[in-house]
């Protein structure tokens, strides 16, 4: 059965998913909403860096794009800095009956004992009443620290440790909002950003640490955040702006997830501008940036993943799974029950549809 499908967003993450959508053979294309006004009216498919076009024009009318009879809206719209709208927007979208898949709100990955409780019941209420459900993903936090660790942690007889890492140099990053204003390159050390402001860490990745420790069936007693950052030796130019000397110019983080005073998840990112930053910090499984899921127990993993493309660097690559993650979670997501859901209640969502001959 092909599915009806809304595009909410055209920004990192939307265009490579709009991409995605546009090519896949599950899914017809009904409408796509976008927030610059110099968008409005170019087709999808230009929207989407691809050659193809759909006959689907943009606008910046939410109720016009709800209007075409969609199953399932892909929501790609900016999260981090507007909480409170995403949640806003999800439960509308929901209560008009339009299941939902995106990258944003990041805390409805797995939202309990983290947002708001009025959060969680207006957005229950709102797919009850839709008879829909919502479903957030991406890549971390996403299936790089939900799927993977789980899936190995389900050959372990014990485990003691579940610790997921992201090592990656942003510069070719270009996404100024995430990398000025969410977490603080290029600004004095003395300035606290909105990532490190106290307890946000813990929320934007306490969904990981919440899902896992479902998964595993503990409880979590405490969650915990600590982070340092590196000055910029002398002023130097990347893909999002300017990073002056002294400006920071390299993060170390960690949310860890306490059972009985141990960390017992652990969620560490290591994120820097230039790859000769603090070589004393863990280093990538490839030049740029890899992902790495450590498993202590028995038996005991470590597990790199190393995202490339044929169009881009390692920062590409891994928006393009985000991307992937989202649109190919859209059939799971409109066949699940209404509600929140997680990857802890979907079934395991593959490639199903996009084998090609190579290129």
């Known amino acids: 059965m092909r599915v009806r499908v809304v595009h909410i967003g055209t920004g990192n993450v939307g265009r490579p998913a709009l991409s995605a959508l546009i090519s896949a053979a599950d899914c017809d294309l009904t409408g796509v909403w976008v927030s610059a006004e110099e968008k409005v009216g170019r087709d999808a498919g230009e929207l989407a860096g691809t050659d193809a076009r759909t006959g689907v024009a943009a606008t910046n009318d939410l109720d016009a794009v709800l209007a075409t009879g ?5 929501y790609c719209a900016m999260g981090d800095t507007r909480m409170d709208e995403a949640v806003e927007d999800c439960s509308r979208i929901l209560e008009a009956g339009i299941n939902v898949v995106g990258s944003a709100p990041v805390p409805l990955q797995y939202p309990w004992q983290l947002l708001p409780e009025e959060s969680i019941a207006q957005l229950e209420r709102a797919a009850r009443q839709g008879g829909s459900s919502v479903f957030i993903t991406g890549v971390d936090p996403g299936f790089a620290n939900d799927l993977v660790p789980l899936t190995f942690t389900g050959t372990c007889q014990r485990v003691s440790q579940v610790r997921c890492m992201e090592i990656a140099d942003y510069a070719t990053y270009d996404g100024a909002t995430v990398m000025f204003d969410v977490m603080g390159f290029g600004a004095p050390l003395d300035d606290v ?4 402001k106290p307890g946000v860490l813990s929320i934007a990745w306490g969904t990981t640490i919440r899902q896992l420790a479902a998964g595993l069936g ?4 405490t969650i915990t955040e600590w982070y340092e950052r590196e000055p910029a030796p002398e002023a130097f130019d990347i893909a999002a702006g300017h990073i002056p000397q002294g400006g920071t110019a390299a993060v170390r983080f960690e949310v860890a997830g306490r059972v009985d005073g141990r960390p017992a998840i652990v969620v560490e990112h290591v994120t820097r501008l230039r790859e000769d930053l603090r070589p004393d910090w863990p280093q990538p499984a490839q ?10 127990g028995e038996p005991s993993y470590t597990v790199d993943i190393c995202p490339t ?3 881009g660097d390692h920062n590409h690559a891994a928006i393009v799974a985000a991307a ?6 859209v059939p799971a997501v409109v066949a699940a029950p209404p509600g929140i859901r997680t990857t802890l209640d979907l079934p395991l969502v593959t490639g199903s549809g996009r084998y090609t001959a190579g290129e």
């Open 70 to 74: 969609p199953d399932c809206a892909v």
């Open 193 to 196: 950003p909105m990532l490190f």
């Open 218 to 221: 503990i409880e979590v007693d």
């Open 287 to 296: 030049s740029g940036g890899s992902y790495r899921v450590d498993i202590s």
């Open 309 to 311: 493309s044929n169009y």
């Open 324 to 329: 992937g993650r989202i649109v190919n979670s």
